[in-house]
């Protein structure tokens, strides 16, 4: 047989595959970038999700603004909606309502880990009880989902909280989708899909990861992110401490989905979203040239090493 095989599956079709989970990647953007989505707009694919973070002490409205101009640059903004910084419905409704005349129907509501001292909402779910995504005409919005536990809330909590989204979906007027949070072991990822799918959660899943970073950023970020334990777990793989200045890339952790996704044909793990701990311009050509197909498969096939530019 001339085709090398990795575990029983061809180079070819995993290179398809790892493909295929690049494929129409989304990506986030904060206001730190905002002298720069020209840039950003140029290197990413027409029509790229990008989604616009609403990180502390950064208003909403400005939120709102730069999720527009990042509408205006030809790609889909999603821009990140904190329930518990929302001092009130009138501000949800003026900022959905300006979305919407600007052409943004898409959103990611998420709980957040601090709440504002007079916040209106207590949990994502009733801010996506109120009506107003459907009172606007969202097309679609995501959820958080937390394959590694949630430090913020804790791991019952976040998963009752799933399970309540879940159940809301199936009578919204629009679409509703998992957005994980980002983490280092894809071995969690696929066990929660399977723990999850065994509850009657059906809703598709998009893989938050980091995109390429040095270990010391992703280490730093990790547990500003309350996803410690996995960083921990990256430190003990690499091992040497002299390598924290050296780029992580994620590409064990799509290959991983890459095989799950050919194992599992009924998989919901539809594809990656990159928190760009290293640079959005820096993870965009990354991932763009893996999308072009300049890559060799790593040795059995746990991850790849991409062209360099």
């Known amino acids: 047989m001339s085709q090398s095989h990795v575990a029983g599956i061809s180079q070819d079709r995993l290179r398809e595959s790892i493909v295929s989970v690049l494929d129409g ?34 208003s909403l409205d400005r939120t709102v603004e ?5 509408h205006e640059l030809g790609l889909t903004a999603i821009p990140h909606i904190i329930s518990r910084k929302l001092e009130s419905r009138d501000q949800l409704d ?4 300006g979305l919407s005349a600007n052409g943004i129907d898409r959103a ?33 919005v995501g959820i958080a989902g937390h394959p590694e536990g949630s430090d913020a809330i804790g791991d019952e909590r976040a998963s009752q909280a799933l399970r309540d989204k879940a159940a809301f979906a199936r009578e919204a007027d629009f679409a509703v989708r998992i957005v994980t949070q980002f983490g280092f072991d894809p071995e969690a990822v696929t066990a929660w899909e399977a723990s999850t799918s065994a509850e009657g959660i059906d809703l598709p899943v998009r893989v938050g990861m980091a995109g ?8 730093r970020f990790a547990a500003l992110c309350g996803v410690g334990a996995s960083a921990r777990m990256l430190m003990t793989r690499t091992g040497d401490t002299t390598k924290l200045l050296r780029t992580r890339a994620p590409d064990d952790q799509i290959a991983h989905i890459a095989r799950h996704r050919l194992d599992e044909p009924s998989s919901r793990l539809g594809g990656v979203h990159f928190f760009a701990f290293g640079g959005v311009v820096k993870t965009a050509k990354w991932a763009n040239t893996v999308l072009d197909g300049r890559f060799e498969l790593n040795h059995g096939g746990s991850g790849f090493t991409v062209a360099r530019s």
Do not use: M, W
């Open 108 to 140: 990611l509501v998420v709980g957040g880990d601090t709440a504002a001292p007079n916040a209106a909402f207590d949990s994502s779910l009733e801010v996506l009880q109120t009506g107003l995504f459907g009172k606007y005409g969202f097309r679609e």
């Open 66 to 70: 730069l999720a527009c101009r990042v």
């Open 212 to 219: 390429p970073a040095s270990l010391r950023h992703l280490i």
């Open 25 to 58: 990647y989304s990506i986030e953007v904060t206001p730190h970038d905002e002298s720069r989505l020209q840039t950003v707009a140029d290197v990413l694919p027409a029509g790229t999700e990008v989604f616009v973070a609403h990180p502390p002490g950064i």
């Open 94 to 97: 003026g900022a959905l309502d």
